[in-house]
T-cell receptor, first 109, second 115 residues
Framework: AQRVTQPEKLLSVFKGAPVELKCNYS??????LFWYVQYSRQRLQLLLR?????SIKGFTADLNKGETSFHLKKPFAQEEDSAMYYC???????????WGAGTKLIIKP | EPEVTQTPSHQVTQMGQEVILRCVPI?????FYWYRQILGQKVEFLVS????????KSEIFDDQFSVERPDGSNFTLKIRSTKLEDSAMYFC?????????????FGPGTRLTVL
C-alpha cells in the first residue's frame, strides 16, 4: 500500500541554521509529491510540489526515486518558518492525497 | 484571493445525531474533497466529488457518510448517526482539475466533537 513517512514529529533548530524535514514514500510507480504547510491558526496550504522544481520561501525539495525520498530543505531557517509541515503523495492521478504524519518545525531565536 | 470557506468552525453534537458540515469551494473549481484529521493522527482522505458524483472514496467513507452539492456553490458532508470516533477536524478542499499543476486548496476546517 502507498504510504508516506515523516520520521520526525518535532524538529527544533536555531534561526540561521539549515533545516531538513525528511519525507519518505512507498510507491512503485511514478509519484506526485507535495509539501503542505500549516502556520499557527491558519489553513493547510501548498508549499511546493516536486514537478515545479522551484524554491518557495527559500525551501526546496528534490525527488529522489532511488531513495524514495522528498526531503524539504532550507539553508537558513527564519523564525517565520515555524509551522507544521506535511508531506503528501498522489498516485496514478487518483484524486486523493496520502499524507505523512507531519513534522512540527520550531525555529528558536 | 479566493478561498475555500467552511462552516461552522466548531460543531458539538451528541452521539447518534446527524451533522452536516458545509463548505463553499472556490468558484471556478470543479473537483471537491473532504479529508479528516483525528487529533494527533494523520490527515485522511474521505471522498472526492466531480460532476455531481463521487469520484473516489476511502474505506472510512461508509454508509454513514454522504456528500452533496445542493445548490451549485455549497458542498456538504453529512454524517447520519455520529459516533464518538467521528470526532475530528474535517477539511474541505477544491481544485480546478487533476493535473500535477492543479493544487488542492483547503478550507480552515470544522472541528467536530461528538459527546
Amino acid at each position: 500500500a502507498q504510504r508516506v513517512t515523516q520520521p520526525e514529529k518535532l524538529l527544533s533548530v536555531f534561526k540561521g541554521a539549515p533545516v531538513e524535514l525528511k519525507c519518505n514514500y512507498s510507491y512503485s510507480g511514478s509519484p506526485e509529491l507535495f509539501w503542505y504547510v500549516q502556520y499557527s491558526r491558519q489553513r493547510l496550504q501548498l508549499l511546493l510540489r516536486h514537478i515545479s522544481r522551484e524554491s518557495i520561501k527559500g525551501f526546496t525539495a528534490d525527488l529522489n526515486k532511488g531513495e524514495t525520498s522528498f526531503h524539504l530543505k532550507k539553508p537558513f531557517a527564519q523564525e517565520e518558518d515555524s509551522a507544521m509541515y506535511y508531506c503528501a503523495l498522489r498516485v496514478d492521478s487518483n484524486y486523493q492525497l496520502i499524507w505523512g504524519a507531519g513534522t512540527k518545525l520550531i525555529i528558536k531565536p | 484571493e479566493p478561498e475555500v470557506t467552511q462552516t461552522p468552525s466548531h460543531q458539538v453534537t451528541q452521539m447518534g445525531q446527524e451533522v452536516i458540515l458545509r463548505c463553499v469551494p472556490i468558484s471556478n473549481h470543479l473537483y471537491f474533497y473532504w479529508y479528516r484529521q483525528i487529533l494527533g493522527q494523520k490527515v485522511e482522505f474521505l471522498v472526492s466529488f466531480y460532476n455531481n458524483e463521487i469520484s473516489e472514496k476511502s474505506e472510512i467513507f461508509d454508509d454513514q457518510f454522504s456528500v452533496e452539492r445542493p445548490d451549485g456553490s455549497n458542498f456538504t458532508l453529512k454524517i447520519r448517526s455520529t459516533k464518538l470516533e467521528d470526532s475530528a477536524m474535517y477539511f474541505c478542499a477544491s481544485s480546478v482539475g487533476l493535473t500535477q499543476r492543479d493544487t488542492q486548496y483547503f478550507g480552515p476546517g470544522t472541528r467536530l466533537t461528538v459527546l
